[in-house]
């Protein structure tokens, strides 16, 4: 089946710092991909969605300016947390579709820890 | 209101019983629906679509009913492995691209 890698999965960092999340898609060609968070016992809120070659699309409360997306190729998105603080810690996935096609398909998160 | 509301459990069952959960939703103009399973610290994975005519999958039955706006999902035989939180996840109507709203989730844990 359709596989999504994501990497890191797993980092801690000192406040301040900026963190890299990478998505890609291994065997399909993502044409949309979309931005997860999950804070502990809470459902996934949808961040952005993004589109191959076009700028992201955020949802209401997220700061595009503290969450860079960029996703320049059909098998890569990554998101950037800029000067990242301790309420940014949280799990952030990442899922991928063709053209609209369902299901989505998860990568297996990345667990940010902001000391 | 929430987009997606579920009773958030936990269901503590034994093992052999069955269980069922329930979903309500919205925007009556959503036309796709899942059931999710996440282990914990890990990403969802996806259980099943639910369909209008409700449909099986072994031990999983999902049914929707559009004029209730309302999904559910029966466990029958629950075994230890199910023990995990089961999330409802709706489609917006479409806007180019499909966006998916998840429920907070309801967890079970199956005991021996």
């Known amino acids: 089946g359709a596989v999504v890698s994501q990497h890191p999965s797993w980092v801690i960092c000192k406040s301040g710092t900026s963190v890299k999340i990478e998505c890609r898609s291994l065997?399909?060609?993502?044409?949309?991909m979309f931005w997860y968070r999950q804070f502990p016992k809470q459902s996934l809120m949808l961040m952005a969605t993004?589109?191959?070659?076009?700028?992201?699309?955020?949802e209401q409360g997220v700061e595009k300016d503290k969450f860079l997306i960029n996703h320049a190729s059909l098998t890569l998105s990554t998101l950037t947390v800029t000067s990242a603080h301790p309420e940014d810690s949280s799990f952030y996935i990442c899922?991928?579709?063709?053209?609209?096609?369902?299901?989505?398909?998860f990568g297996d998160g990345t667990r940010l820890s902001i000391l | 209101r929430k987009e997606v509301e579920q009773d958030p459990g936990p269901f503590n069952v034994p093992e052999g019983a069955t269980v069922a959960f329930n979903c309500t939703y919205s925007?009556?103009?959503?036309?796709?629906f899942f059931w999710y399973r996440q282990d914990c610290r890990k990403e969802p994975k996806l259980l099943m679509s639910?369909?209008?005519s409700g449909n099986e999958d072994g031990r999983f039955t999902a049914q929707l009913n559009r004029a209730s706006q309302y999904i559910s999902l029966l466990i029958r035989d629950s075994k230890l492995s199910d023990s995990a939180t089961y999330l409802c996840?709706?489609?917006?109507?479409?806007?180019?691209?499909?966006?998916?709203?998840f429920g907070a989730g309801t967890r079970l844990a199956v005991h021996p």
């Open positions: 899922s991928a579709e063709n053209r609209g096609n369902q299901p989505q398909h």
């Open positions: 065997d399909f060609q993502a044409t949309t």
């Open positions: 993004s589109n191959e070659g076009s700028k992201a699309t955020y």
């Open positions: 925007n009556s103009a959503s036309q796709s």
């Open positions: 639910v369909y209008s």
């Open positions: 996840v709706v489609n917006l109507p479409p806007g180019g691209y499909n966006k998916l709203i």
